[in-house]
């Protein structure tokens, strides 16, 4: 009889859980003013179709097809409503994607229900086709929205981390973004990653014409 009781009581919160995360979304997201522009991809994330091993493809609205999202951590499944929820352990989470210029920033934002993400593992991997690679922490994280989840069942939270990139020693054509969640029943609602790029010098000509930007030198990065 106690092992069914505790049985129904687990049942009981996952459900309470799982019904929180139908309604997260992004809350108060960071949005950044180049988004959409010429210099800059955007990719994201609402719905996710696999829990374990195999890709995610961006499908948030306005998002770019050219990058996938991958869960390494086991025990993990698709909610009815898309979440990626990590019920068995910790979710373990890796975005990859290609890149078109030198990257002067990066800005990821993270909606979770439950279990909050670990901060300490949040790190940007930009790398080249020579093997050079860099890992680096944000250079900002910021708790955008946070509120109780229903039965006392961790937060509800809207996270944005930023990575201000200046005097890479390589040219890096990839990125890779890893997180992971603190514990097990942590479910990611949506996810988001915005990049901008340095104007290539072309462009630069272009805008300075039509009066856009000033012309004066730009500090160069990878």
């Avoid at 959409?36 to 719905?47: K, M, R």
């Avoid at 439950?114 to 901060?119: E, R, V």
């Avoid at 922490?137 to 200046?166: K, M, N, V, Y």
């Amino acid at each position: 009889m106690l092992y069914r009781n505790c049985v129904l009581v687990v049942a009981l919160a996952a459900s309470s859980l799982l019904s929180a995360s139908a309604s997260a979304d992004f809350i108060n997201p960071l949005v950044p003013p180049w988004r959409g522009s010429a210099t800059s991809d955007f990719y994201g994330w609402e719905n996710f179709t696999s829990a374990f091993g195999g890709p995610n493809m961006t499908n948030y609205a306005g998002s770019e097809s050219a990058a996938a999202l991958f869960n390494y951590g086991s025990g993990a499944f698709i909610t009815s409503t898309g979440n990626l929820y990590g019920a068995g352990g910790p979710l373990s989470v890796s975005i990859y994607a290609g890149l078109t210029a030198p990257v002067t920033e990066v800005i990821m934002n993270l909606a979770t229900v439950g279990t909050m993400i670990n901060l300490g593992s949040v790190k940007l991997v930009l790398g080249d086709n020579a093997g050079n690679s860099l890992t680096a922490s944000p250079s900002f994280t910021e708790l955008r929205s946070d509120s109780a989840a229903p039965g006392g069942q961790g937060q509800i939270q809207t996270r944005s981390f930023r990575w201000i990139l200046q005097g890479l020693p390589f040219a890096a054509t990839r990125f890779e973004m890893n997180f992971n969640s603190q514990g097990a029943n942590m479910s990611l609602d949506t996810a988001s990653v915005d990049i901008h790029y340095t104007p290539a010098p072309g462009a630069l000509v272009v805008l300075a014409a039509a009066g856009l930007v000033g012309i004066r030198p730009r500090r160069r990065t990878q």
